[in-house]
């Protein structure tokens, strides 16, 4: 890992120094922000730091993509990023693709059930990893241990902890250690799950879902190709204040191609307001 992010997030440990006795330590002002307006817009400038941030939706609702825009924001920043995954879901082409510095990312994979295959990951930079396999209670247990593991070591602007399809609600003493944690450390703790993991000690909560699929067709009998997702964004929770608002955008499997009237067969788009993530 480069040093840069390192220096940068302890000078923030100057700042929030002390222990933690209930009380506040972090300023609600400091927010690690997307490289997406419409989530910086919605979130008041993007998730606080020193907090968790619950994004929560049901598979295919878009929590990737807004994960995706955080760590890219947060790497071309110089902060370094920890990924503790609990599906092996996370993909470095895909995120190399979202302008994220994989020279900035710890990775690491807790894949419940049975690994997947090794693959090969070409025309990228190295990724630091740990993978191991294990049943779904060991693999929750083990990756919320290796999150307050890295968060006590310090060092990374945004913490990632990707629950997947893990169902069940984590025990409130390990939502509040993992508080306690982010507090001490400045870290941006971000949450992806099905539905809300850490209650109370949540500071934020974004609730996804996906509206429809867009497609695009060409000619009268061609086929129909996916362009991306339509989603809503409900701000569910916030500690910090502005909680119930609300946004929409377009999630693109193509962000170069925007979906448009780029012939005369082709089915307009719906309009609003558009973010390619």
């Not at 400091?30 to 490289?35: A, F, I, K, P, Q």
């Not at 760590?71 to 503790?84: C, D, F, L």
């Not at 995120?95 to 419940?112: E, I, K, P, S, T």
């Not at 396999?133 to 999150?147: D, G, I, Y």
Request: aromatic content about 6%; hydrophobic content about 40%.
């Amino acid at each position: 890992m480069g040093t840069t992010g390192i220096h940068s997030t302890s000078s923030q440990l100057l700042e929030f120094s002390g222990v933690f006795r209930g009380r506040e330590l972090t300023r609600k002002d400091r927010r690690l922000g997307s490289n997406l307006t419409p989530v910086n817009d919605l979130l008041d400038g993007g998730i606080p730091r020193g907090r968790i941030s619950e994004i929560t939706g049901p598979r295919s609702s878009g929590k990737t993509s807004i994960a995706a825009s955080f760590i890219a924001s947060a790497t071309r920043r110089g902060e370094t990023v920890a990924v503790v995954d609990l599906e092996d879901a996370f993909d470095p082409l895909t995120m190399a693709a979202a302008g994220v510095d994989l020279n900035r990312v710890l990775w690491m994979a807790f894949h419940a059930n049975g690994a997947r295959a090794p693959q090969r990951y070409s025309n990228t930079a190295p990724v630091g990893r740990v993978r191991g396999e294990q049943s779904p209670l060991a693999a929750w247990k083990n990756a919320v241990k290796a999150t307050e593991l890295i968060l006590e070591a310090g060092g990374f602007g945004l913490m990632v902890l990707d629950f997947g399809g893990y169902a069940r609600s984590i025990p409130q003493s390990a939502a509040l250690r993992l508080a306690r944690l982010a507090e001490r450390s400045g870290t941006s703790v971000m949450v992806l799950a099905l539905h809300r993991m850490c209650g109370t000690f949540a500071a934020l909560g974004l609730s996804l879902d996906c509206k429809r699929a867009l497609f695009t067709q060409f000619g009268i009998h061609g086929p129909a190709i996916l362009d991306g997702f339509e989603v809503e964004a409900l701000v569910a929770r916030n500690k910090l204040g502005g909680s119930g608002g609300r946004g929409r955008w377009r999630t693109l499997i193509d962000p170069s191609i925007v979906p448009a009237a780029a012939s005369p067969n082709r089915k307009a788009q719906p309009s609003g307001r558009t973010a390619s993530l």
